[in-house]
């Protein structure tokens, strides 16, 4: 009778704490009776340790299948804690951001005509990850490993703006979910970049294009609006392709 | 006008898929569906066709409504897994077994037998290759020997013989009611049965192998139309055929004597362009044919197979579980500066070329207590690099061809660690183009080059792009070379151990 132990201990009997969200702490029971469990309950044995009606149960359920804090074995409906939920306290390998977005990053630098870089924060300094070259075959130097500085450039305003600190200078980039970069590192010279969720909404990388001024932005140093579409839809791709659900 | 577009479809190992590709030469659509496996008997591997048939109808299907108008789309090349082959009735359209796939072993012994015939000289003087079950020539052979009454329904005339883009080709164009029965040069050269230099077949191989020519596919030019598909929601010229590698040589636009391409998958496959001259080969690397353009001699190529590359990283994953996603062996990998003295020698089922030893077995040479995981998947990786050192210098010694720079493409690709050690390994440069689905590209180059959607070659010439370059450092080129002969000895190991 191992779940009547774990429905004393979890369970949720006692009622929801005032000023909390109720379905999250029904989640988080939910979570602990999977984890608990080694993979061996259903959901109505699941929906009966914490408590619950099936149908409440299993919408949880669904929600957190969906966003990989759960697995469901498929031959048997039992359920089991998920990739996502183990990822949790570690960062995403680079070399793995490297190949899971490299598609898109070619598509994208093959359709904008620009160079693009993927970069991760690392300190007080962006690091570039992943440089596909611009599309025009002249003398290019792969900048995989580059450290860049954060403060003066698009990936490192995105990077800087989701970060821990988030900075009220970088609101604007926060709410408009891209950032620019107008010649201040290298005069002639500017980006735009937007960022890269990971499963749980967390910014990983940011993603932009770079290339001359006059090519990116407009005479008001407004970016090129084709350009900027294709910077956040490229973003976009790579987040949904690490699982960040609906892009 | 508007854009014109060029479905490819790349019936592949695991998966059928279908691609619509622009002018440019990038992708604009794509679906995919896979396959079962199925393994009957140890080193047996087949396919079911009736499956692959339909998947590629309904990828194809389905990739034509992703574009806004499909009439836009105005043809199809198609490139497929060489080698895997098919017979099925011309009246049913039914198979008559499964499809015998290209990593399929049951011919070896068959192999054997016919190799130690006296007249077996004919088969590398008239085809270009070595006998080898590798070819698609003894799968057939054993179809007809293994299935009940295959070959006198054969003889008869009641069955026809493919390789998947004649069975495709076939069923795309009706199938029973008036399918057309083609292969292209390319496909035809790796049956063994065909004259290398004639492009026909050869009535001494079909002799030799016993093999009755009512059941063979008339051979077409790789770029030319080949017929109409009429069983897709729309007809399309079929208008190109290539084997997957070649494909992916005319997708990397390696059109010119010397230009070279290596995908890096499962295995690597290294393909030198040598023109119109067709290289006999005693280094270990295969004469093949890279296309012929309608109308056109035939351009030849070298071919240099290895086995095992990614498989390798898998094999650290799952086998060893020491990393949870392939792309980690770099991060493993760069924890460390060199390999520590460990190599790795992935012979998991023998060695393909330059060395053709089917008895070597892998080993991990150098292990000393030093020795950590890191300095393993550096030497995973290494290994990798060392095999196609190992295959373009037995082209070099083959082509007497010099190779400006190395075209790349493939899952491991995107590994920078692999790709400069490669670029230091063979003192060239090494590029990798912006369009990453070289096989599929090089199937829709083909189509649209034989319907006037590119005027020629150097049109396609212009769509290539670098997408990033690994440029040798001389030092690391001259102290590889120096650690050369260490891998040459791990390989000598290697195929002792597994000598009888």
């Not at chain 2, 017929?227 to 390696?254: S, V, Y």
């Amino acid at each position: 009778m191992r779940w009547v132990t774990i429905r004393a201990r979890d369970g949720l009997a006692s009622g929801a704490v005032p000023g909390t969200v109720q379905s999250i702490e029904r989640a988080a029971a939910i979570l602990r009776v999977v984890a608990g469990s080694g993979g061996t309950l259903g959901v109505t044995d699941i929906a009966a340790a914490v408590g619950l009606a099936k149908t409440t149960a299993h919408s949880l359920l669904r929600t957190l299948l969906h966003v990989g804090f759960v697995a469901q074995d498929p031959a048997t409906g039992r359920y089991a804690l998920g990739p996502g939920l183990l990822r949790l306290g570690t960062s995403l390998d680079v070399n793995e951001l490297r190949a899971r977005s490299s598609n898109w990053a070619d598509a994208l630098a093959s359709r904008s005509g620009q160079a693009v870089r993927l970069a991760t924060l690392a300190g007080t300094e962006v690091v570039v990850v992943h440089h596909v070259f611009r599309p025009d075959d002249s003398a290019q130097v792969l900048e995989v490993g580059t450290a860049l500085p954060a403060h003066n450039t698009a990936l490192g305003k995105v990077l800087l703006a989701h970060g821990a600190a988030h900075p009220p200078e970088l609101a604007e980039v926060r709410a408009q979910g891209w950032a620019a970069e107008r010649g201040e590192h290298e005069p002639g010279t500017g980006a735009i970049a937007a960022p890269v969720r990971a499963a749980g909404g967390l910014v990983v990388a940011a993603l932009g294009v770079s290339g001359a001024l006059t090519s990116l932005f407009d005479a008001r140093g407004v970016p090129r609006s084709l350009l900027l579409a294709m910077v956040v839809d490229a973003a976009h791709a790579v987040s949904r392709e690490l699982g960040h659900g609906g892009g | 006008m508007a854009d014109r577009y060029v479905l490819a479809v790349d019936q592949g190992t695991t998966s059928t898929r279908s691609l619509v590709f622009d002018r440019g030469g990038r992708m604009v659509a794509v679906r995919q569906r896979e396959h079962h496996q199925y393994f009957p008997r140890p080193g047996w591997v087949e396919h079911d066709p009736m499956e692959i048939w339909a998947n590629t109808q309904r990828t194809a299907a389905q990739v034509l409504g992703d574009v806004p108008d499909a009439g836009d789309v105005v043809a199809l090349g198609i490139a497929n897994q060489r080698e895997t082959t098919v017979v099925w009735d011309r009246v049913t359209g039914r198979p008559v077994t499964r499809a015998l796939v290209w990593q399929d072993t049951r011919t070896a012994d068959l192999v054997t037998e016919l190799a130690a015939r006296p007249d077996a000289g004919v088969v590398a003087e008239r085809s270009g290759m070595a006998i080898a079950g590798y070819f698609s020539g003894p799968r057939l052979r054993w179809i007809l020997d293994h299935v009940p009454r295959a070959r006198e329904r054969a003889e008869r005339g009641e069955l026809l013989f493919g390789t998947m883009e004649t069975w495709l080709i076939w069923n795309l164009t009706g199938g029973p009611d008036g399918g057309v029965h083609v292969t292209d040069v390319t496909n035809a050269s790796r049956t063994l049965l065909m004259d290398v230099r004639s492009c026909r077949w050869d009535p001494d191989l079909l002799a030799f192998f016993d093999i009755p020519a009512e059941m063979l596919p008339e051979i077409r030019p790789s770029v030319g139309v080949l017929g109409t598909a009429t069983a897709l929601n729309r007809a399309l010229p079929i208008a190109g055929a290539l084997g997957d590698q070649q494909a992916a040589l005319f997708g990397q636009a390696c059109f010119a004597p010397g230009e070279a391409k290596c995908t890096y998958g499962t295995g690597s496959f290294l393909l030198q362009n040598t023109g119109t001259e067709l290289v006999r080969t005693r280094s270990g690397s295969i004469s093949t044919v890279a296309y012929q353009l309608a109308g056109e001699p035939v351009r030849y190529a070298l071919e240099g197979s290895v086995a095992v590359a990614g498989a390798l990283v898998q094999w650290l994953r799952d086998g060893l579980g020491l990393i949870s996603s392939a792309a980690e062996v770099e991060t493993l990998a760069r924890t460390v500066g060199d390999n520590g003295g460990c190599y790795v020698v992935p012979a998991f089922s023998g060695l393909l070329a330059p060395h053709w030893r089917g008895e070597a077995r892998g080993l991990v040479a150098g292990l000393t207590s030093y020795v950590t995981k890191g300095h393993l998947a550096r030497a995973v990786l290494e290994a990798t690099g060392w095999q196609t050192r190992d295959v373009v210098q037995a082209m070099a010694a083959d082509s007497g061809l010099s190779l400006p720079a190395l075209r790349v493409d493939g899952g491991m690709t995107t590994n920078n660690l692999l790709m400069q050690f490669v670029a230091d390994a063979l003192d060239t440069p090494v590029v990798r183009p912006m369009v990453g689905e070289t096989v599929s590209l090089g199937a829709a180059y083909a189509a649209g080059l034989a319907v006037g959607v590119w005027s020629d070659v150097e049109a396609l010439r212009r769509n290539w792009h670098r997408s990033a370059q690994w440029t040798p450092t001389p030092e690391r080129a001259r102290a590889l070379t120096a650690e050369y002969p260490r891998w040459e000895r791990a390989v000598e190991l290697s195929i002792a151990w597994g000598a009888p």
